[in-house]
């Protein structure tokens, strides 16, 4: 499988949320800073330059803001419906959890089926005209979700200028696509990866 160990670093992004019930499209720019495998922060601002986003995701906690709409969500290890919390945990955070039962290795691309609790994960890589892609589905009672990522840096987890990323919540309809900018060349300030409410919780 793809390698998990990168060091933290910030990407600049560009981002596009749509709410198929409300047929809603939000999109922003921002910054998102990972620590593969323990955190992520992601911190969106719209036209006007006010916040309009500010999601911090660890393995055991969730907190997500949106300051235009005044609302402050948080939780514990579940994914929320209706929220990205799934995507930026799945993708970031825990990419790769779960009971490895079957693979399939080929000039292709490689897949492999893994559980996780009650969930499927459906897993591939492939390489298309020198770039990567990367498709995961995981299935759940009641719920399902998927991402495809095409990039061009080593896995999934060491993100490269120019790669981008689409998650779909298949249950809510939720739709969220983020394009990698920039990379920073200094790593992101280890606080960025600490408790917004600044409760002593830590991660």
């Given amino acids: 499988m793809a390698a998990q160990s990168h060091a933290p670093y910030v990407a600049a992004v560009a981002t596009t949320m749509r709410d198929a019930r409300s047929g809603r499209t939000v999109d922003g720019r921002g910054a998102i800073a990972i620590a593969p495998g323990e955190a992520v922060r992601m911190i969106l601002v719209g036209g006007a330059g ?15 803001a949106v300051p235009p709409l005044d609302v402050v969500k948080r939780g514990g290890a579940e994914d929320p419906d209706g ?67 095409v990039g061009n840096g080593p896995s999934p ?23 990698v900018e920039s990379i920073a060349t200094a790593p992101p300030d280890p606080a960025a990866f600490e408790n917004p409410d600044h409760d002593g919780g830590g991660t």
Avoid: C, M, N
Avoid at 50 to 64: F, M, N
């Fill in 50 to 64: 006010a916040t309009v986003l500010d999601a911090w995701v660890t393995r055991k906690r969730w907190r997500i």
């Fill in 157 to 179: 987890l060491a993100a490269a200028v120019g790669d981008h990323v689409t998650y779909v919540d298949e249950t809510t309809g939720l739709r969220v696509t983020v394009a």
């Fill in 83 to 149: 929220l990205p919390v799934g995507f930026l945990r799945w993708w970031f955070v825990t990419p790769h959890d779960g009971v490895l039962f079957a693979a399939s290795l080929g000039p292709s691309g490689d897949r492999w089926l893994l559980r996780d609790r009650e969930a499927v994960i459906d897993f591939g890589i492939a390489f298309r005209q020198g770039r990567r892609r990367v498709t995961a589905t995981r299935r759940s009672p009641g719920h399902a979700e998927r991402i495809e990522e």
